[in-house]
């Protein structure tokens, strides 16, 4: 047995459980996730998964898919599921589209952007309270939003090499760093608050055990 599978045992097991607890709806995003997982991944659906993407997913996450399931309860709403559907494979789930996958090869940067080139953007937006005419303040913010999410925050460069695994709600989400320095780690995404991603420190399985644990402690196992 190996160290990813010592990781992952009795997983499914424990999640099972707290779904059948009283308190388990109480849990932040159980509403969303409902604390059911999906069928883990074959070795021959994970092979081919990676063959489609071109990379080789970070070890936690390869484990879990193998061992745990290929998405389902989790952190906040959940892990966002990945499925083959019409030959192809690709995550689901509110926002997985926004990974380009074929950047996926690509290392995710060690650096964002230019924080005074986002600055300048933002300082940039219109302010309703300066205009008497509303239709002239919404003329001027759509073409001042469409410059914003044309921008370095939004640019598909910014992902490259990472997929997005879970939301939060309002916008909110956590990518899964998949190739350069920073693979394996989780990082959020805060950027419907016009601020750029930041790393939550943790690996995978840290990210994942972390909330199984917060959430037994919460319903009182």
Known sequence: MNDETRTWADVRRRVTELGARP?????????????ELA????????????TQLG???????????????????????????????????RWEGDGADLADLTL?????????PDPDVVAALLAERPDE?????????????????????????FAPERTAGAI???????AQRE???VTGVHRGTVWSDP??????????????????????EKAEAQTGA
Not at 69 to 84: E, I, M, S
Not at 144 to 149: A, D, G, L, S, V
């Open 23 to 35: 308190a388990g709806g109480d849990v932040f995003g159980a509403h969303g996730h409902g604390w």
């Open 39 to 50: 069928d883990p991944l074959t070795e021959a659906q994970l092979t081919d998964l990676e």
């Open 55 to 89: 990379v080789r997913l970070p070890e936690q996450y390869r484990s879990f898919l193998c061992e745990v399931g290929a998405g389902g309860a989790g952190p906040a709403y959940g892990v966002f599921p990945v499925r083959r559907v019409d030959g192809r494979w």
């Open 104 to 112: 996926l090869s690509h290392p995710f940067p060690e650096h964002g």
């Open 129 to 153: 309270e300066e205009y008497e005419d509303i239709d002239a303040f919404d003329e001027e913010y759509e073409a001042w939003e469409e410059r914003w999410y044309e921008g370095p925050l």
């Open 164 to 170: 997005p695994i879970c939301h939060l709600g309002c």
């Open 175 to 177: 990518w899964l760093v």
């Open 191 to 212: 950027r419907a608050d016009d601020t750029d991603l930041e790393p939550l420190g943790m690996t995978f399985a840290d990210w994942y055990l972390g909330w199984l």
